[in-house]
């Protein structure tokens, strides 16, 4: 338990403090932290999963400024997530009370899962933040790289954490 809330700490420490703040563009942010939300443990209840998923994107709405962005689309994704993983056969890993993560689903379910969940919050979240003012190009640029960055963030966080189990 005292691993799992270090492991957020520092995501979101990661994610606030540098993050949202590269230099290279104002337009890719890459939200890296729904890593948290994809990785929950398999055995919590939806209801459970829907608190969490409003709780972190709160969170993230303070550190970012955004009046409710966040909440909105970790709700979402959190949704959407029940949505996938219930069309997967997890029974063995719920369990053994896993989070859903590459080691215990495996790299290419939890790939499948990321490459949906990903984008989908990204295309939200810029959506949202500019309705009414949207540049179709710019959208689709900026939504595009800040996903495949957070995809690439994600699967680093995941190869760490694994690297760090095996390790012990």
């Known amino acids: ?9 520092l995501v979101l420490v990661f994610q606030f403090l540098v993050l949202n703040h590269l230099g290279f563009s104002a337009f890719i942010i890459p939200q890296a932290f729904i890593v948290l ?8 209840g939806k209801t459970t999963q829907v608190l969490i998923a409003f709780g972190l994107g709160i969170v993230a709405d303070l550190f970012v400024a955004t009046s409710g962005i966040h909440a909105s689309a970790s709700l979402w994704l959190i949704v959407l997530r029940i949505m996938i993983l219930s069309r997967q056969d997890l029974k063995q890993q719920m369990v053994s009370n896993l989070p859903y993560n590459m080691k ?5 379910p939890f790939l499948n899962t990321t490459l949906i969940l990903v ?9 949202i933040q500019n309705i009414g003012a949207i540049h179709w190009k710019n959208y689709f640029i900026a ?13 680093t966080i995941q190869y760490l954490s694994f690297r760090g189990e095996n390790e012990r």
């Open 1 to 9: 338990m005292r691993n799992r809330i270090i492991y957020w700490l």
């Open 37 to 44: 939300l994809i990785t929950l443990p398999l055995s919590l």
């Open 104 to 108: 215990s689903v495996g790299v290419l």
């Open 119 to 127: 984008p989908l919050y990204h295309f939200y979240i810029f959506w």
């Open 143 to 155: 939504s595009g790289a800040s996903s495949i960055l957070a995809i690439t963030i994600i699967i």
